[in-house]
């Protein structure tokens, strides 16, 4: 699919709303920008902060689950090394 965009003078490029909408990108994103030969390619990129709530689980543990979980995954990472 192709779509006429506008680049500014300042280098602003303006997505099509739909593909945006098809990236989840909304509000400001980083993006990495790549040229191969006379192309640029555009890759919204997902930051640290913008993944909250992208883990959520039905898992529900006690405190004292919680902590003999972290005591076997340490033990079991540290064999591992």
């Known amino acids: ?4 965009a506008t680049i500014t003078r300042q280098g602003q490029l303006t997505i099509p709303r739909h593909i945006r909408k098809h990236f989840g990108i909304r509000g ?4 990495m920008v790549t040229m191969d030969r ?3 390619m555009v890759e919204p990129q997902k930051d ?3 993944l909250s709530g992208s883990l959520k689980s039905n898992v529900k ?11 076997a995954f340490a033990k079991d990472w540290a064999r591992a090394l």
Not at 1 to 4: A, E, F, L, Y
Not at 28 to 31: D, L, N
């Open 1 to 4: 699919m192709k779509n006429i």
């Open 28 to 31: 400001s994103t980083k993006a």
């Open 38 to 40: 006379d192309i640029i």
């Open 48 to 50: 640290f902060w913008s």
């Open 61 to 71: 543990l006690s405190q004292a689950q919680l902590k003999r979980a972290r005591q």
